[in-house]
């Protein structure tokens, strides 16, 4: 499967909602009535949120996949899309920070049962990396880490269900009316950001698959071309390699 | 100074902007470094294809050298 | 006729020897001859947890000189006594594959006619057990050390529920991430650095839950819901080891 086929207009469609959803944000969305303008952040933060943990729960799926075909292309797909979440993962917290500082005046604040989570999640996903490179043996680490993959994924909604039984507040005042709802306007553009940063993550997930899948190309055009002796072999390495053919 | 400073934050920009901001700074950094990251692969693809491509073409010159040799060959058998 | 019909069916008459037919060690008996060698292991070189006990006598010791303080309650003791527990059954998880897999064991269990899940529960249950015999030692040890108010033989029945539930979360979690980690060259590292993230639900039930059994003012009942918790969890886990730990133990 090629991955960069649809990649340019993948990321046109990003960038026009990326840019419609901070417009919305901005321009379109009310002013919250208790935080005033730094709830915009909201709009950055939330969708990142989100989409970094569908990212951790698709690098699952994938490693679902994987151990039932035993197909490395899943294994591929699992890591890259648990490697984007991580990065998004770093922007949530950095981005919470910013947030929690603006509103209570501390840089971190153990009373948002979310982002409590969210770290704890991030905790678990940084060790992804440093499992797959300590085992040697490909297969096995391909393996292995599919495993992790699916009971960190599993360990997702567990873990936010029970950071969220022991805290008595509930996440972010997102909510700026007194009916407790978010308006109309804040939810649309909400829902543009959501969208937006879903397509980014796909995008750049699409970017990394296609590089990453380039790479494998050439080096098997190298062995091709000059024989194996030709092609370094490749070291001991946390990320999956495409079988060359 | 404060006065003018209070007018400005009431009228022309809100309050908070700074953090509003910088939340959007990183948001948009991480981008950037993934693009940078992005770039500096591509510059190596690059690299690679033309090496692999000036590779073939030895083998081409190789083998098209071997071709005109092998009717010489043929002839003198 | 009825002679090449009698010598027709006569090889027929004649007894075969049955098809030979794989002998699948039923799951129980499987599950009983692992344990029996895991605890007679335990038992006649006992490892871990003496070493498992200690560490936890020594962390309440380092509690008192790091919170400065001779007698703790409520909520800080809870949090106390599980930091201690989690941290000295890091040390249990640790070891549970090295013998297996350092001198064959697992090799040998591979080549066996069994059920690859009779390991896991074999190695489960032996944790639980591990766990249980550090909380003989370390529960009483903690009340001694550090505990101010003297909980009630019922607040002890209550605790022992939380920690037999709690003990099978950990025991199993710490089975997939013992599994994991043998088979890496940073065992030692990367145990506690998956399991804890993983083990926070559990710290966050077993403690809330504790915190009244060890109040300053009295004990009061342990909320259902942290047990309940507990429970979800322990299911959770179940499962998912059920279903994922055929995956590590396979060449």
Redesign the interface.
């Known amino acids: 499967m090629l991955y960069g086929t649809r990649l340019r207009a993948l990321s046109i469609a990003t960038l026009i909602t990326m840019t419609a959803a901070f417009g919305l944000a901005f321009f379109y969305a009310p002013m919250d009535a208790d935080q005033g303008f730094m709830q915009k952040i909201f709009y950055v933060h939330v969708p990142m949120a989100m989409v970094a943990l569908g990212g951790f729960v698709f690098g699952g799926i994938m490693a679902i996949q994987h151990l039932r075909t035993g197909d490395p292309k899943h294994d591929l797909r699992s890591y890259v899309a648990i490697h984007l979440s991580l990065i998004l993962g770093v922007g949530v917290l950095v981005t919470g920070a910013i947030w929690a500082k603006a509103s209570w005046g501390h840089w971190w604040v153990w009373d948002e049962p979310t982002l409590v989570s969210f770290l704890i999640v991030f905790l678990l996903y940084a060790t992804y990396q440093p499992m797959r490179f300590s085992i040697e043996d490909r297969e096995r680490q391909a393996r292995y880490a599919s495993v992790f993959a699916i009971v960190a994924g599993a360990f997702v909604p567990l873990n936010f269900l029970a950071v969220r039984l022991a805290q008595a507040y509930t996440h972010p005042r997102v909510f700026a009316t007194a009916d407790g709802g978010l308006p109309a306007k804040m939810q649309l553009a909400f829902l543009v950001s959501l969208a937006g940063m879903a397509l980014l993550y796909v995008t750049l997930w699409r970017y990394e698959m296609a590089s990453k899948h380039t790479s494998a190309q050439l080096r098997a055009l190298r062995r091709k071309l000059s024989g194996d002796d030709a092609v370094t072999p490749v070291g001991r390495t946390a990320a999956p390699s495409l079988p060359t053919t | 100074m404060t006065l003018v400073l209070a007018q400005a934050t009431t009228d022309a920009l809100p309050d908070n902007v700074g953090y509003v901001a910088a939340a959007y700074l990183v948001f948009f950094a991480l981008v950037l470094v993934y693009v940078v990251i992005m770039a500096s692969k591509l510059a190596r693809f690059e690299r690679e294809l033309a090496e692999l491509n000036d590779l073939a073409d030895e083998r081409r010159g190789g083998l098209a050298g071997a071709r005109e040799r092998e009717p010489e060959e043929a002839g003198t058998r | 006729m009825s002679a090449s019909a009698g010598e027709r069916t006569a090889p027929a008459a004649r007894p075969e020897p049955p098809a030979a037919e794989p002998r699948v060690v039923p799951l129980r008996t499987a599950v009983r001859a692992l344990l029996r060698k895991e605890l007679g292991l335990e038992l006649r070189a006992p490892q871990a947890v003496p070493a498992m006990a200690l560490f936890s006598v020594t962390t309440l010791v380092v509690f008192h000189f790091a919170i400065q303080r001779g007698q703790v309650g409520g909520d800080l003791a809870a949090g106390v006594l599980w930091v201690t527990l989690l941290f000295a059954a890091m040390l249990g998880i640790s070891r549970l594959f090295v013998a297996d897999h350092e001198e064959g064991g697992l090799d040998g269990f591979l080549l066996a006619p069994t059920d690859r899940t009779a390991l896991l529960v074999a190695k489960a249950v032996s944790l639980f057990a591990f766990l249980a015999a550090l909380e003989v030692i370390a529960v009483p040890a903690f009340a001694l050390l550090l505990l101010g108010p003297s909980p009630g033989l019922g607040a002890y029945a209550q605790l022992a529920a939380l920690l037999t539930l709690a003990d099978a979360g950990i025991a199993l979690v710490g089975t ?1 991430v013992g599994a ?1 980690a043998v ?4 065992r030692d590292l ?1 145990v506690p ?2 399991a ?3 083990l ?2 559990v710290v ?2 077993a403690a ?1 839950g504790t915190t009244p059994l060890v109040l300053e003012a009295g004990a009061r009942g342990v909320d259902v ?1 942290w047990l309940l ?1 507990l429970g ?2 322990d299911l ?1 886990f179940g499962l ?1 080891a059920y279903a ?1 730990f055929d ?2 133990i396979e060449d």
Do not use: S
């Open positions: 997939l994991i088979q890496t060259r940073a990367l650095l998956i804890l993230p993983l926070i639900p966050i039930a809330k819901r918790v979800l969890y959770m998912l994922l995956y590590l």
